[in-house]
């Protein structure tokens, strides 16, 4: 059974902190996505990974990085969190080549106060 | 750049009732993908449609692919409570290395009062 599964259901950090969500699957899939869910506004590309080390900026990486050392993790980087960066957090895989369906995890509700 | 446009944002009906909710694309899709969101969850793949005018049908959800490959919707007959939480539709991105990203549209929240 396909799994996707983030490190933290929820998250509370500081203005300030340099904060790690992290991201394992275990399809052996080369994708891998860190998207941004807010209300109204839908699900927005942060990164993106399709293969190790190799990383691309999606709609919105301003004051994001990620890391892919493994195959299996990807791990998005919050530099210098700020209230702005409040949101639900979604991580997701897939398979490379021809229209294939994305699996996601369980995601991680950030609040930086 | 590519815009996935999904009307309503929000749909309130009673148990029983009909639902529907439209995807538009900015530009042509290869396929469109469903996804389903209940509330606390995280998305969940419903369906793919990769045919121009592709109809399929997953018990009381109909899924529509629009003949330019522009258009999309999904209608739920005679709802159920299990039926609330956020449908999403999203497209492939064009052009570069697309590697599956999707364009996700904004979601329509849907709640059944039962």
């Known amino acids: 059974d396909v799994k996707v599964t983030q490190s933290s259901r929820y998250l509370v950090k500081r203005t300030g902190e340099k904060v790690f969500l992290e991201c394992v699957q275990d399809m052996d899939h080369e994708n891998m996505f860190w998207y941004r869910q807010d209300p109204g506004l839908g699900l927005r590309l942060i990164y993106f990974s399709y293969d190790v080390k190799m990383k691309e900026k999606g709609d919105i990486p301003e004051g994001y990085s990620v890391s892919r050392e493994k195959k299996e993790r990807f791990s998005l980087i919050l530099e210098s969190a700020s209230t702005n960066q409040t949101s639900m957090y979604l991580c997701?895989?897939?398979?490379?080549?021809?229209?294939?369906?994305?699996?996601f995890g369980q995601g991680t509700r950030l609040t930086v106060v | 750049g590519q815009q996935v446009m999904q009307i309503p944002q929000y749909q309130h009906v009673q148990e029983g009732e009909d639902f529907t909710t439209y995807c538009n694309s900015s530009?042509?899709?290869?396929?469109i993908q469903w996804y389903k969101q209940r509330p606390g969850g995280h998305p969940v793949f419903l369906i793919q449609l990769v045919k121009s005018g592709e109809v399929k049908k997953q018990k009381r959800l109909t899924f529509q692919f629009g003949e330019a490959k522009k258009n999309s919707s999904l209608h739920i007959t005679a709802t159920q409570t299990t039926d609330v939480g956020t449908y999403f539709c999203a497209g492939p991105r064009a052009g570069g290395t697309s590697y599956g990203k999707l364009t996700f549209g904004q979601g329509t929240i849907l709640t059944v009062h039962p």
């Open positions: 997701a895989s897939s398979l490379t080549g021809g229209p294939t369906e994305a699996f």
């Open positions: 530009t042509t899709l290869s396929n």
